[in-house]
């Protein structure tokens, strides 16, 4: 059991009047989570899984999913009868869940804002793979519905019930689940024993109403993702907001400047499998890569996708595009899944170069990314496809923040330009790194098939993409740039012109 989970949702017992000897071994009842625990290590030991199960409790519960009989987290209030909010924003809170893989996984709800709740929590990225039906009715409607079906991994029931009627209904429902049917209960009723009482029957989990939507995801990631399992590397992808505004040029260098300046493992994939141009910018000429992955994704594993990649260095591997014409680039839109979580398992950082295409694969890896990079060009096409991009990833990833966005081929001369802030008010966000136009240092680059920091380390667009990978692996957070609005040049030539 999570400590967050506890923190936020489980049963914080409110001052009481005295108890019986018997209960516990001092007189009155626990007021904070920290008595209750020091009073249960020695004297409420865990109904051991065996017992539970014989007793009619829902089933064993694995050791490294059972949750303990009780936790000590940190003191909160104790629970508001007053209804709260459902509604999250993007939050912290999500960025510590991992994937939950594919399970079944049904709810009975006898309230619209639980219900709601756990059918937004079904819609994150981090749920893709897990199949979530939601429908009302609460424990009663749960019996009857499984009298005649099987029951699925997990069961949620949302119930008003306390203390005995809570417990006989659940009763009622271990009847008729199967073996290894894990059940979380949403209950009403801030109640520490009740807590006790479920767990040791054998229940998952006992949250308390109003839930949210960490709350959900991660119980369910708790449940069924191996705490011993080595956690999937962060997926980054980059796109740009039209063709020819350099999101490959940023993707390699940024890849490079992790690998090479932070010394951490990268692996770069380039999934423009027509026209990539990593191969050419690492100066590298693999016989294998993406396409070979990607047509037998069914096969895939570790020891593939090793032999396709191409070390560019220590710390960078390269999953080259084949580059060629040769045949037909139709997928559909989970067929790079496979190819993603197995470099995933792998490398703490898989830097994906998106192609300029928008079609049900380059949607899905955008959707399911956990870092987006928009790299633009200070034009009006660029900013219309730029709010484009972001509204519509903010409507697929609505728990996630916004992309980064960088600003590339900046100042180029005598051609006209919309300014950082002109071009940042509409989107309601700030640039990440702000790239000048200096066509001879990248010609250079591209020519030599090096990086930036490899043609001249001191440069201010190496310091920039050193920036920028410290910003998307978490090193440090996004710096103010500044910013000149039309406005205020505009109104310098005026003053320019009066003084004249």
């Not at 939601?134 to 069961?155: E, K």
């Not at 390269?318 to 197995?342: H, M, Q, W």
């Not at 923040?401 to 966000?429: H, T, W």
Request: with cysteine.
């Amino acid at each position: 059991m999570s400590e967050s989970a506890v923190q936020h949702n489980q049963p914080i017992e409110p001052q009481a009047e005295a108890a019986p000897a018997e209960a516990i071994s001092v007189q009155a009842q626990p007021a904070t989570y920290q008595d209750a625990a020091a009073q249960m290590q020695p004297q409420a030991p865990v109904m051991d899984p065996a017992q539970a199960v014989a007793a009619g409790s829902f089933q064993e519960i694995p050791q490294q999913q059972a949750a303990p009989a009780y936790a000590e987290p940190q003191p909160q209030q104790a629970f508001d009868s007053q209804p709260q909010s459902a509604a999250f924003s993007p939050d912290e809170e999500l960025n510590d869940i991992r994937p939950v893989p594919r399970v079944a996984i049904q709810a009975f709800c006898e309230t619209q804002q639980v219900a709601t709740v756990i059918e937004s929590a079904s819609t994150d990225r981090r749920m893709t793979k897990a199949h979530v039906k939601v429908q009302l009715g609460g424990v009663a409607a749960a019996v009857d519905f499984y009298q005649t079906a099987t029951t699925p991994n997990l069961i949620m029931v949302e119930s008003r019930l306390e203390g005995g009627s809570l417990i006989a209904e659940l009763e009622n429902l271990a009847d008729v689940c199967d073996e290894g049917t894990n059940v979380v209960v949403v209950g009403h009723k801030n109640d520490v024993q009740l807590y006790r009482d479920l767990i040791s029957r054998g229940v998952a989990e006992y949250l308390v109403a109003p839930v949210s939507m960490a709350d959900i995801m991660e119980i369910v990631s708790t449940l069924f993702v191996n705490p011993e399992a080595e956690p999937l590397g962060e997926t980054i992808a980059f796109v740009g907001s039209k063709g020819g505004v350099g999101s490959s040029t940023v993707a390699h260098n940024t890849s490079w400047a992790i690998a090479q300046n932070h010394e951490s493992d990268v692996v770069l994939a380039d999934f423009d499998l027509a026209f990539g141009t990593a191969n050419i910018d690492f100066d590298q000429d693999p016989a294998q890569g993406v396409a070979e992955a990607v047509f037998s994704s069914d096969r895939i594993d570790d020891t593939f996708l090793d032999r396709l990649l191409a070390k560019c260095s220590d710390h960078l591997s390269l999953l080259a595009a084949p580059s060629t014409l040769d045949r037909e680039y139709d997928f559909e839109p989970n067929d790079f899944a496979n190819l993603i979580e197995v470099a995933q398992r792998s490398t703490p950082h898989v830097l994906i170069d998106m192609p300029h295409v928008w079609t049900g694969w380059a949607r899905q890896v955008l959707a399911n990314a956990d870092k987006i990079v928009i790299t633009a060009t200070p034009d009006l096409a660029c900013l219309r496809n730029t709010k484009n991009l972001v509204d519509t990833l903010s409507e697929l990833r609505p728990n996630d923040g916004k992309p980064y966005l960088v600003l590339n081929q900046c100042n180029v001369p005598k051609r006209p330009e919309i300014s950082i802030a002109d071009f940042c008010e509409p989107l309601e966000m700030e640039p990440t790194i702000v790239v000048p136009f200096e066509p001879a240092l990248f010609g250079l680059a591209s020519n030599n098939g090096q990086m930036i920091s490899e043609t001249d380390a001191k440069h201010e667009i190496a310091t920039a993409f050193d920036t920028l990978a410290q910003v998307v692996t978490g090193r440090r957070e996004i710096q103010p740039v500044e910013k000149k609005s039309m406005g205020s040049i505009l109104s310098r030539f005026s003053r320019k012109k009066n003084k004249d």
